[in-house]
Nanobody, 124 residues
Framework: QVQLVESGGGLVQAGGSLRLSCAAS????????VGWFRQAPGKEREFVGRINLIKWSSSPYYADSVKGRFTISRDNVKNTVYLQMNSLKVEDTAVYYCAAGMVDGNDQKGYDYWGQGTQVTVSS
């Protein structure tokens, strides 16, 4: 089993920044990819970005809606993946989840482990 804990959410004004953390524990070697997803009120959960933990030469991949504003990085020593969010917009308001799995893709069905989510609210 792998446990994921997100943190770093909060309230920020439009144009501001937040950094979310996803700390992993347990059998982390059973996962190859960490993805970030979000779910806004009344909407389905959607893909935000992902990072491959095994392919060191692989660059993170982002949804078009956040490309150029969000950056995924990792700290292998801390077993933590980060989501740096800049130039935040009101429409970025959502509960953000990190997930881990073995399949390198955007489909949330490919992720086996999920965190509890952290709320991000962007005010105008």
């Amino acid at each position: 089993q792998v446990q994921l804990v997100e943190s770093g959410g909060g309230l920020v004004q439009a144009g501001g920044s937040l950094r979310l953390s996803c700390a992993a524990s347990g059998r982390t070697r059973s996962t190859a990819v960490v993805g970030w997803f979000r779910q806004a009120p009344g909407k389905e959960r959607e893909f935000v970005g992902r990072i491959n933990l095994i392919k060191w030469s692989s660059s993170p991949y982002y949804a078009d809606s956040v490309k150029g504003r969000f950056t995924i990085s990792r700290d292998n020593v801390k077993n933590t993946v980060y989501l740096q969010m800049n130039s935040l917009k009101v429409e970025d308001t959502a509960v953000y989840y990190c997930a881990a799995g073995m399949v390198d893709g955007n489909d949330q069905k490919g992720y086996d482990y999920w965190g509890q989510g952290t709320q991000v609210t962007v005010s105008s």
